[in-house]
């Protein structure tokens, strides 16, 4: 053949392969953060996905406060300072299903297995896009916060109250993430994994103490009301945001932070290890 | 120490009651590029997993880099490295973000892993790319950058799963170069196709695999011997004389000749290529007028024909 199709290609590459340096394995804090930088990189790129972060919650918090507001508290203003620690926790345990969706992204495009024929310490990229998820939690957070305020609420418990409020929301969603690690390695396409975590959100999320009191419900309801975790953290959120802390609902949130983790991390690696 | 790259004995792999590899023996030598030739849900894919330590073998044993791939798996990743449909890079991120990340996974400082993903994007003429993301990519770039990233440091022994299908006869020459500079360099090339020009082009030794199995293997000489050393294709300008002209081209040639579905058309394979002329000299002699001949390689279905006295069958890949 007279024509040159490559411009040199071989000889490039072959100059390319025999240079460089041959490094150290990455240690695991470093891996980790590489995987972290790569969720952020994702966000940048992506932008649409943080579409529920960002919109989601400023919809919700509009529609309830003035639909529901008169109907429940007297006046929409009245109603922000029991909705504002609700919503919160609602849009942040909402959004944790996506830690499901990027895994189960990766493992289907092909990314998991690149990522896994490498010398690397396998569970930084969980850890990765965990600390990824964790940037995506804050901005909704602050997000609810803002918009909250612009419409009049002035929490008691003052700013510590809502650090406080959010640090242990976190804590509670990032052991929450690993259920969804499980579920993404499990289940086989994104769409069952949308579908799978609607199922299970909705009702924890609406089937609590977010909108309305317990005491308005049936009784029957209102017992179920009581025993779901959501409840809990709301309990303990609103508590923080109202300066008067709920010492036993604190607690109980960290504890079952705890369980979770202890339960659904052992199990996510060993999925993780012996995936196929 | 060993003196195969890959060694396996009765691998095996099942999924469910699916035997998807069925007792594979393989013995690679160390240098050099090895085909693994079949078609679609033959086993190829799901052997190159288990070898590249991504699928754990429910049978047998695979000895990769003198190390074992359920035992040692740690050590064999940091010697091997993976490209293919099923090992992609992030179609989200930039070129150079994809080769910086794995750089930075590989132990680089951060400006050692720009530099060296400058280098590689130059290198596999992507410097105009490097900016885009990876999903905007063509078929051949696509499959550039996937191997650039798994050089960012040069592996003893590449898995290359099929990387030149879809690809465009320029894009494949491309990749057939990077190839070559691999195995210059020193690199063992583990190579999957369904291509049997491929294999013939770039490997030293093939296994032909078909339902699991290993049902062939030798260099491609060896392998084209076994199959006759090319194929007739006749096409008769006359459907109506076709089962003449095969009668003349049988008793010319000394071989059994297949009816193509296009009634025009005849397919034979061919022991000694230098009986060709005269045989299509008799046909015209007996008035059969051909609109078309061409003496080529046996195809892929041609091969499989041979070793299995079956056509090539379509059954789905096997999920992995």
Known sequence: ?276 | MTSYAIETHGLARAFGSTRAVDGVDLQVPVGGVYGVLGPNGAGKTTTIRMLATLLKPTGGTAVVLGHDVVAEAATVRAKVAMTGQFASLDEDLTGTENLVMLGRLYGFSWAQARERSAELLEAFDLTEAAGRQVKKYSGGMRRRIDIAGSIVVRPELMFLDEPTTGLDPRSRNQVWDIVRALVSAGTTVLLTTQYLDEADQLADRIAVIDRGKVIAEGTSGELKASVGSGALHVRVADPALRDEAIRLLESALSGEADRGSDPASITMRVADPAGVPAALARLRDHGIATTEFSLGQPSLDEVFLALTGEHVHDDQEVPA
């Open chain 1, 1 to 276: 053949m007279t024509i040159d199709t490559n411009g040199g290609m071989d000889t490039k590459v072959a100059a390319a392969l025999g240079s460089g340096p041959r490094p150290q394995p990455a240690s695991a804090v470093s891996s980790s953060l590489t995987f972290g930088w790569r969720a952020l990189l994702k966000i940048k790129h992506v932008p649409e996905q943080l579409f529920d972060v960002t919109m989601f919650p400023i919809m919700f918090t509009l529609m309830f406060t003035f639909i529901f507001g008169g109907a429940i508290a007297g006046s929409p203003k009245e109603y922000l300072p029991y909705l504002a620690p609700g919503i919160l926790v609602q849009t942040v345990v909402m959004i944790t299903m996506y830690t499901a969706m990027t895994i189960n992204n990766d493992i289907e495009k092909g990314v998991f297995d690149r990522i896994r024929s490498l010398p690397v310490w396998r569970p930084s990229l969980l850890v990765g896009s965990l600390l990824g998820d964790t940037l995506r939690y804050t901005m909704a957070s602050s997000i609810i916060i803002v918009v909250t305020l612009l419409l009049g609420y002035r929490p008691a418990g003052g700013v510590s109250g809502v650090v406080a409020a959010i640090a242990l929301l976190l804590v509670f969603c990032f052991s929450v993430s690993w259920i969804w690690t499980l579920l993404g390695f499990k289940l086989r396409t994104p769409n069952a994994v949308m579908g799978v975590s609607m199922m299970v959100l909705f009702p924890l999320t609406f089937l609590s103490n977010v909108f309305v009191a317990p005491s308005t419900m049936p009784d029957v309801l209102e017992s179920v009301v009581k025993v779901n975790p959501v409840t809990v953290l709301v309990d303990a959120a609103r508590s923080l945001m109202d300066g008067t802390p709920d010492g036993g609902a604190i607690v109980t949130v960290l504890i079952m932070s705890g369980v979770l983790v202890a339960v659904f991390g052992p199990l996510t690696m060993r999925v993780f290890a012996n995936k196929t």
